[in-house]
């Protein structure tokens, strides 16, 4: 039997919002495996979906940088926050920009290796901002998208770059209507544009779900079917922008609030700091007297 940790529990809590014993359960019955423990929990009616981001972890900030037909977003991850807010990062934050939406590497691993203006690789322009800021600094990740004359971009930084979005509308030049949209998605976050961006096994796998839980509520088999469509519509709502009620116009969907100006949204991308990141689990008050006790 696996051995369920105060730290799962919690993660799935985190995850799910659900209750401490509740969690628990799911765990144990699922063997500790967080994603079966997830179903579990909405099956039974006691979670919702689970909460879409992953818990936060590194600090940093996101980046965006645009010129002309192109446009580069980034995060560069640091150990703290307070280190994020360091002029000498946040330099070191455009240079990359800079670097990266100029030359258009494939990867990070390719950026890392090529030489900057200054003459070092970026790799080495990273180590020496390490030295002087005196913290773990990494290119965590980046995307350069390009355009047309005929289309717009929308870049969003929330929070000082704590969340950045990068949005390519095509038939329409209202830079400030895509950049409404990207907002949208930083306070949204949608996973997709549209239904038939989400995968066919993504789609069969929340069916399952949902018709467990409807079974579970004790409904008939023959509305069951009815309300699995209607609950999976909504599905849809969470996770496909163009589905959602637009933030700044809760009658209109987003899909409607862009066919106004005349445009499609192409693609989005959505950086978070940290998320997918494992946090460093370490108490900050049990720290500080270990430094005092050196």
């Given at each position: 039997?696996?051995?369920?940790?105060?730290?799962?529990?919690?993660?799935?809590?985190?995850?799910?919002?659900?209750?401490?014993?509740?969690?628990?359960?799911?765990?144990?019955?699922?063997?500790?495996?967080?994603?079966?423990?997830?179903?579990?929990?909405?099956?039974?009616?006691?979670?919702?979906?689970?909460?879409?981001?992953?818990?936060?972890?590194?600090?940093?900030?996101?980046?965006?940088?645009?010129?002309?037909?192109?446009?580069?977003?980034?995060?560069?991850?640091?150990?703290?926050?307070?280190?994020?807010?360091?002029?000498?990062?946040?330099t070191l934050v455009k240079e990359l920009s800079a670097h990266l939406l100029k030359n258009k590497p494939a990867n990070v691993e390719t950026a890392l290796s090529q030489?900057?203006?200054?003459?070092?690789?970026?790799?080495?322009?990273?180590?020496?901002?390490?030295?002087?800021?005196?913290?773990?600094?990494?290119?965590?990740?980046?995307?350069?998208?390009?355009?047309?004359?005929?289309?717009?971009?929308?870049?969003?930084?929330?929070?000082?770059?704590?969340?950045?979005?990068?949005?390519?509308?095509?038939?329409?030049?209202?830079?400030?209507?895509?950049?409404?949209?990207?907002?949208?998605?930083?306070?949204?976050?949608?996973?997709?544009?549209?239904?038939?961006?989400?995968?066919?096994?993504?789609?069969?796998?929340?069916?399952?779900?949902?018709?467990?839980?409807?079974?579970?509520?004790?409904?008939?088999?023959?509305?069951?079917?009815?309300?699995?469509?209607?609950?999976?519509?909504?599905?849809?709502?969470?996770?496909?922008?163009?589905?959602?009620?637009?933030?700044?116009?809760?009658?209109?969907?987003?899909?409607?609030?862009?066919?106004?100006?005349?445009?499609?949204?192409?693609?989005?991308?959505?950086?978070?700091?940290?998320?997918?990141?494992?946090?460093?689990?370490?108490?900050?008050?049990?720290?500080?007297?270990?430094?005092?006790?050196?």
């Amino acid at each position: 039997m696996a051995n369920i940790t105060a730290q799962m529990v919690k993660e799935l809590r985190e995850k799910t919002g659900a209750g401490m014993m509740d969690c628990k359960k799911a765990l144990t019955e699922t063997a500790g495996d967080m994603e079966k423990a997830i179903d579990f929990l909405r099956e039974k009616g006691i979670a919702k979906a689970a909460k879409k981001a992953d818990r936060i972890a590194a600090e940093g900030i996101t980046n965006i940088l645009t010129e002309g037909n192109d446009a580069v977003i980034l995060e560069v991850n640091s150990e703290t926050d307070f280190v994020a807010k360091n002029e000498g990062f946040q330099t070191l934050v455009k240079e990359l920009s800079a670097h990266l939406l100029k030359n258009k590497p494939a990867n990070v691993e390719t950026a890392l290796s090529q030489t900057m203006e200054n003459g070092a690789t970026v790799e080495e322009h990273i180590n020496s901002a390490i030295a002087k800021i005196g913290e773990k600094l990494s290119l965590r990740r980046f995307e350069v998208l390009s355009k047309t004359d005929n289309d717009a971009f929308g870049a969003y930084l929330h929070m000082g770059g704590r969340i950045g979005v990068l949005t390519v509308i095509e038939g329409t030049t209202d830079a400030d209507a895509a950049k409404d949209v990207s907002m949208h998605i930083a306070a949204l976050n949608p996973k997709y544009v549209s239904r038939d961006q989400v995968s066919q096994e993504e789609v069969e796998h929340e069916r399952q779900v949902l018709t467990q839980q409807a079974l579970n509520e004790g409904k008939p088999a023959n509305i069951v079917e009815k309300m699995v469509e209607g609950r999976l519509s909504k599905y849809f709502e969470d996770v496909c922008v163009l589905d959602q009620a637009f933030v700044k116009n809760p009658d209109q969907k987003v899909r409607q609030f862009v066919q106004s100006k005349g445009g499609t949204i192409r693609e989005f991308v959505r950086y978070e700091v940290g998320e997918g990141l494992e946090k460093r689990e370490e108490n900050f008050a049990e720290e500080v007297m270990n430094q005092i006790k050196k």
